[in-house]
């Protein structure tokens, strides 16, 4: 009961599938389909392009099949759906696989040399890809995609970086970001993959030896006080500069084991089994903020940790009272401005300590966290040591775990000229969210992100386009002159190559003295932009 038709009975998709692509091609079904359509206007599909290493696997499959289906049935409906095919050829992926081709010798190379060599592994692979998208049946104008790479792609990059200097957007800082001790590199957030971990868990006694603190916790003995703070990372115990308490909790002093410790009430009952506190007694309560600029002592070196105030700590868990390293956590950057503290980091690139760093000098940050708990414990310190399970950062290339570190940065504000304000509108008011869900996502992700830090400490992308004094290290750039630079990178055969290749004298205005120490003498930025 069948109906009788030409369709045989085997495909035979090996066979037919290529014959049926070379048909397409002969008759130029595509230039057809275009030109057949667009009563109805025009319809772009954006599309977030693949990246130009490895061949296609389902994820590319399902992607391009999807959106081949949208734009054909948009063309049957009339609408005109020219679809340019591009390829993401910059960025860490990339260059990561050329280190791993050189084999240690890159750092021997100059950039210009391992762009090169980024640039034709780049060109190998979306050849390769384009083949394999066609074979998908995919329609589209793949004898000229757009590529990140082409000089006319990258001078427009750099463009849009100097109409954001021209409104003062612009700034370099010292701030902590995510930072890849492997790939030496700052990482944004949607560079950053969550695993679950087993790291340290530390309970740590800071002495309360101020005098003052008779006077604001009656009864408190400077010789025996303590401030309890908990860490999940004793790396960073070193960096510690300050010890921060809500100022709407209530803290108490309580007697155990023969000394006196402070942290929040609401923390005590569980806290103090961990400690093997049989029977604290509470001597004293008062509010956070009455503690407010009492100066406890670091457990293991001579210098003050002081007591300030933060509205991010919570009694989730942990003590109530939070260890602060500003180099080294957004809120405790934040907290540590308030106060003046120093953005202290005393790191590498490589995640390692500074020589001057006592105890730790040269050890990686992940390897010295069992040293620091046993100078913890011989300094009496360490009121509990245990392993916690918990989701942290890693790095989206290499898999290895990364760390927050204040480094200098470029960033675009989110603040100035309104840019927080003028995005979440868009999202509010412009945007058609499938599904709905997304606008939230989107808008509390928006409203909460902090400033866009857009550099990279890598070689192949578009650079950031600015002087270094080499007198002060002060930073210098110039909306025109960036547009200046710009129109070389589009004249220039490989782009933004030019910015490495040129001698310093085209780069550098006739007569250009740093505007902090009057000095002459220059260096081109060496960072890349973020090329999400």
């Known amino acids: 009961n069948l109906p009788d038709t030409s369709f045989p009975m085997k495909a035979n998709l090996v066979q037919k599938e290529p014959e049926?692509?070379?048909?397409?091609?002969?008759?130029?079904?595509?230039?057809?389909?275009?030109?057949?359509?667009?009563?109805?206007?025009?319809?772009?599909?954006h599309d977030g392009p693949?990246?130009?290493?490895?061949?296609?696997?389902?994820g590319h499959a399902l992607n391009k099949i999807l959106k081949d289906i949208i734009i054909k049935s948009r063309s049957m409906q009339g609408y005109s759906c020219r679809y340019v095919p591009g390829w993401d050829c910059h960025g860490l992926p990339i260059e990561h696989k050329v280190e791993q081709e050189l084999k240690g010798k890159k750092k021997d190379l100059p950039v210009h040399v391992v762009r090169r060599l980024c640039r034709e592994y780049a060109t190998k692979w979306l050849g390769i890809q384009r083949d394999e998208f066609r074979r998908l049946g995919v329609?589209?104008?793949?004898?000229?995609?757009?590529?990140?790479?082409?000089?006319?792609?990258?001078a427009a990059t750099a463009r849009e970086l100097a109409n954001f200097v021209a409104k003062g957007s612009v700034v370099r800082d010292k701030k902590p970001v995510y930072w890849c001790c492997s790939c030496h590199t700052a990482l944004a957030e949607a560079e950053v993959e969550y695993a679950d971990v087993t790291s340290p868990s530390v309970h740590v006694a800071f002495p309360l030896t101020d005098p003052r603190v008779a006077d604001v916790l009656p009864g408190a003995?400077?010789?025996?006080?303590?401030?309890?703070?908990?860490?999940?990372?004793?790396?960073t115990l070193p960096c510690n500069l300050a010890v921060c308490l809500h100022p709407d909790f209530t803290y108490v002093l309580v007697e155990a084991e023969g000394r006196q410790y402070v942290l929040a009430e609401e923390r005590l009952a569980e806290c103090a089994p961990v400690y093997g506190w049989s029977e604290p007694k509470i001597l004293v309560r008062a509010q956070g903020s009455a503690l407010e600029g009492l100066k406890a002592r670091h457990p293991?070196?001579?210098?003050?940790?002081?007591?300030?105030?933060?509205?991010?700590?919570?009694?989730?868990?942990?003590?109530?009272?939070?260890?602060?390293?500003?180099?080294?956590?957004?809120?405790?950057?934040?907290?540590?401005?308030?106060?003046?503290l120093d953005i202290y980091a005393p790191l590498d690139d490589a995640g390692c300590y500074y020589k001057d760093v006592e105890f730790f000098a040269g050890m990686n940050v992940f390897e010295a966290n069992p040293r620091v708990i046993e100078k913890l414990k011989e300094t009496g310190a360490l009121l509990n040591a245990g392993k916690i399970a918990h989701s942290y950062p890693h790095c989206w290339r290499c898999k290895n775990p990364v760390i927050f570190r204040a480094t200098p940065q470029w960033f675009i504000s989110m603040e100035k000229n309104g840019l927080r304000e003028k995005a979440l509108k868009s999202i509010d008011e412009d945007v058609r969210w499938i599904p709905a869900w997304g606008r939230e996502r989107i808008h509390n992700m928006i409203e909460s992100r902090p400033d866009w830090c857009i550099?990279?400490?890598?070689?192949?992308?578009?650079?950031?386009?600015a002087l270094?004094?080499?007198?002060?290290?002060?930073?210098?750039?110039?909306?025109?002159?960036?547009?200046?630079?710009?129109?070389?990178?589009?004249?220039?055969?490989?782009?933004?190559?030019?910015?490495?290749?040129?001698?310093?004298?085209?780069?550098?205005?006739?007569?250009l003295k740093?505007?902090?120490?009057?000095?002459?003498?220059?260096?081109?930025?060496?960072?890349i932009l973020d090329v999400w």
């Open 20 to 45: 049926m692509l070379k048909k397409w091609e002969e008759v130029h079904a595509r230039e057809a389909m275009e030109q057949a359509s667009g009563s109805k206007g025009g319809f772009i599909l």
């Open 50 to 58: 693949p990246y130009a290493n490895g061949h296609l696997h389902m």
């Open 139 to 154: 329609f589209g104008n793949w004898d000229d995609p757009y590529l990140s790479m082409k000089p006319a792609y990258e």
């Open 221 to 235: 003995d400077p010789a025996r006080a303590r401030v309890v703070i908990w860490t999940t990372t004793p790396w």
């Open 300 to 340: 293991f070196y001579d210098r003050e940790s002081r007591v300030i105030l933060g509205g991010h700590v919570t009694l989730d868990a942990g003590t109530g009272c939070v260890h602060t390293a500003p180099g080294h956590g957004r809120e405790d950057y934040d907290v540590g401005l308030k106060y003046g």
């Open 455 to 465: 550099s990279r400490q890598r070689q192949w992308g578009v650079p950031i386009m």
């Open 468 to 511: 270094r004094c080499e007198d002060c290290g002060e930073t210098w750039n110039d909306a025109e002159w960036m547009r200046g630079i710009c129109d070389r990178f589009e004249k220039h055969p490989t782009g933004c190559d030019w910015w490495y290749e040129a001698p310093m004298e085209e780069i550098v205005p006739k007569g």
């Open 514 to 527: 740093c505007p902090k120490c009057h000095g002459e003498h220059w260096t081109r930025e060496n960072d």
